[in-house]
C-alpha cells in the first residue's frame, strides 16, 4: 500500500490550484509525443461509470482545420458580443477566448453514448453519467497537462454541428470539448475572468450546504 506523502499532497495541490484556462500564453512549440501520451494516459485512466470509458480524442494539427475553426469561433464571439452592452461589453472585448491557432495543437474529445454496450451499468436512473464520465478525464487530462508544464484552453464559442463535421465525427458521438493543448510561457496567477472583472470566485462558504440546500 502506497503512502502520500506531504510532499506529494503540496505537489497535488499545487497542480490544481496553478490550473488555468490558457488563451494569450501559447509559444506554438510543439508538444512532445511523450509528453502527449502520458497527459493522453491521464485522461483515459478516469473513472467512467459502467467502465463504458465512452471518451474520444482527436489530435488536431492541420493550419488549415486549426484556422477554419478559429474563423468559426470568431464568428459566434461577435454573436454573442452583440448580446452586451455598457460596461459588460468593454470588459468582454479585452478577454481572449482562444488559442486555437497559437497552440498548434487541438484536442476535440467526444463523447460516445453507444461505447460499453446497451446497457451500462450505473447508467439506468442517469443517463448523464456518461457525458460527466467525460469531463473527469477533461479534468485528468487538464491536471497532467499543467503538471507538464502545458497549457490548456477549454474553447467553448463553437456550434456542435459544425465541430462534428470538421473533424468527422460521427451524428451519434458529440463533441464535448475543443482544448487547446501546448507549451507556454508561463500561467497567470489569476484567471483571465478574474483579472478583467468578468466574474470574481465566490468564497467556499457560500456553495457549501449541510444535510440540505439552504437559501442564500
Not at 69 to 86: M, P
Not at 87 to 93: C, K, M, N, P
Amino acid at each position: 500500500m502506497s503512502v502520500t506523502t506531504a510532499p506529494d499532497l503540496a505537489a497535488l495541490y499545487d497542480v490544481i490550484y496553478r490550473r488555468r484556462d490558457t488563451r494569450r500564453e501559447f509559444t506554438g512549440a510543439a508538444v512532445a509525443p511523450d509528453v502527449l501520451e502520458r497527459v493522453l494516459s491521464a485522461a483515459h485512466a478516469a473513472p467512467s461509470v459502467g467502465m463504458s470509458q465512452p471518451w474520444d480524442f482527436i489530435l488536431v494539427r492541420s493550419p488549415d482545420t486549426l484556422t477554419a475553426f478559429r474563423d468559426h469561433v470568431a464568428a459566434e464571439r461577435e454573436i454573442f458580443a452583440s448580446t452586451l452592452a455598457g460596461e459588460r461589453a468593454g470588459t468582454f472585448s479585452r478577454i481572449k477566448i482562444e488559442g486555437i491557432c497559437e497552440s498548434g495543437l487541438g484536442v476535440v474529445v467526444g463523447y460516445d453514448p453507444t461505447r460499453g454496450g446497451r446497457q451500462i451499468l450505473g447508467r439506468h436512473a442517469i443517463d448523464d453519467a456518461g457525458l460527466y464520465s467525460v469531463v473527469c478525464a477533461i479534468q485528468n487530462l487538464w491536471l497532467a497537462a499543467t503538471a507538464e508544464g502545458l497549457g490548456v484552453g477549454w474553447v467553448s464559442f463553437y456550434r456542435e454541428e459544425f465541430l462534428r463535421s470538421l473533424v468527422g465525427m460521427p451524428d451519434h458521438v458529440r463533441p464535448v470539448a475543443w482544448l487547446c493543448v501546448g507549451h507556454v510561457a508561463g500561467l497567470p496567477d489569476i484567471p483571465d475572468l478574474e483579472h478583467h472583472g468578468w466574474r470574481d470566485r465566490c468564497p467556499l462558504q457560500t456553495v457549501v450546504h449541510e444535510e440540505r440546500y439552504t437559501a442564500r
